[in-house]
């Protein structure tokens, strides 16, 4: 009887909620990677009963649980007979809150200088500027995640919009753009084993990143601010008077640091949704809840680069500065 070759992947994920649970289970599926995740509050529910998944790419699942679940990155950091794991690829699904939570402090435990590629599945611009910087022999990639999967608690994930994303590396002068290049296909191969619906390397991330951030920057604050979700917003002609100018404020942005969009996108875009759209998008959503907003890297690295770059933003700028009169007043509920 032949054994089962051991996986060619050492892998661990930071962040499982809808999306990060969905992306541990395609890196399992893949058949080459070992899949530890990081679980905080909900490790002993999950530990305990797995995760319950309905997911339009995978199916029912009940029970599911990846080949390793631990409480915390320096629990990763060691096997069960306290040895050094070394690994491949570090996942990161966590939001992004640079002032809250930096991410190279997070994953500090799990990542071997000149050897662990460190994965950002993440929103926003500039996310990859801090960890290149911790760790500048290392290569550094991302995906744009486009895919409809939340939590209910306590253990049941429902992925209702197909997982579709595009991964690219950050190129940077610490390590060759061969290898950066290499470790990025290889992990978008070993995505697409697993099933995922559409999985795209590409070779200018940057450029799909200033793609979402037309959607991110817009929808995503406009019907925080406002509390409406999109239908409301295209209903009330917030989409002709605020979202529109908003989008060719990011498209001229992304043009003159060097990833021009075509002119069509902004049309596409601001109407593919219909106005009985019901959608409340993340950050509408952390706002009512009372949790902190992706907002540095949504709104704030974007309008840092248009400073540098003497592009104009009035309508992203006033958005931003009514955006983080919210946050403060986020802040002092947590108090």
């Known amino acids: ?6 996986p060619r992947y050492q892998i661990c994920l930071i962040g499982s909620g809808g999306v990060g649970t969905i992306a541990s289970l395609v890196l399992t599926k893949s058949g080459v990677a070992h899949v530890t995740c990081v679980l905080r509050s909900s490790y002993t529910h999950i530990s305990q009963h797995g995760w319950e998944i309905d997911s339009i790419d995978h199916g029912k699942l009940s029970a599911w649980k990846p080949d390793r679940i631990v409480r915390s990155a320096n629990e990763a950091a060691k096997d069960t007979n306290e040895c050094p794991v070394i ?3 570090v996942v990161v699904c966590t939001k992004q809150l640079p002032s809250i939570s930096p991410i190279p402090e997070m994953i500090s435990p799990i990542v071997t200088p000149g050897k662990t590629t460190i994965v950002m599945i993440q929103n926003g611009m500039g996310i990859e500027e801090d960890v290149i910087q911790a760790w500048p022999g290392n290569a550094v990639m991302s995906s744009v995640s486009h895919i409809g999967s939340s939590v209910k608690s306590p253990n049941t994930v429902v992925q209702i919009g197909k997982d579709v994303s595009k991964i690219g590396p950050h190129l940077h002068a610490g390590i060759d753009d061969s290898i950066s290049i290499e470790r990025s296909k290889e992990y978008v191969k070993m995505y697409n084993m697993g099933g995922a619906s559409v999985c795209e390397w590409v070779d200018d991330i940057q450029l799909a990143r200033w793609e979402k951030l037309l959607w991110n920057g817009t929808f995503n604050t406009l019907c925080a601010l406002m509390r409406m979700d999109v239908g409301e917003l295209q209903r009330s002609k917030g989409r002709e008077a605020i979202l529109v100018p908003m989008m060719w404020e990011i498209w ?6 060097g990833h021009p969009m075509p002119e069509t996108i902004v049309q596409w875009m601001a109407y593919r949704l219909p106005d009985d759209c019901n959608y409340r998008p993340s950050m509408l959503l952390d706002l009512e809840h009372g949790r902190p907003m992706e907002l540095d890297v949504i709104l704030g690295n974007p309008l840092k680069k248009a400073l540098d ?9 006033m958005v931003h500065k009514l955006l983080k009169l919210e946050e403060w007043k986020i802040s002092q509920n947590q108090v």
């Not at 009887?1 to 051991?6: A, D, E, G, W």
């Not at 001229?252 to 640091?257: D, F």
């Not at 003497?310 to 992203?316: E, H």
């Open 252 to 257: 001229n942005i992304a043009k003159a640091a």
């Open 309 to 317: 770059l003497g592009v104009d933003t009035p309508c992203m700028s």
């Open 1 to 6: 009887m032949s054994s089962k070759p051991p």
């Open 87 to 89: 690994y491949d690829y």
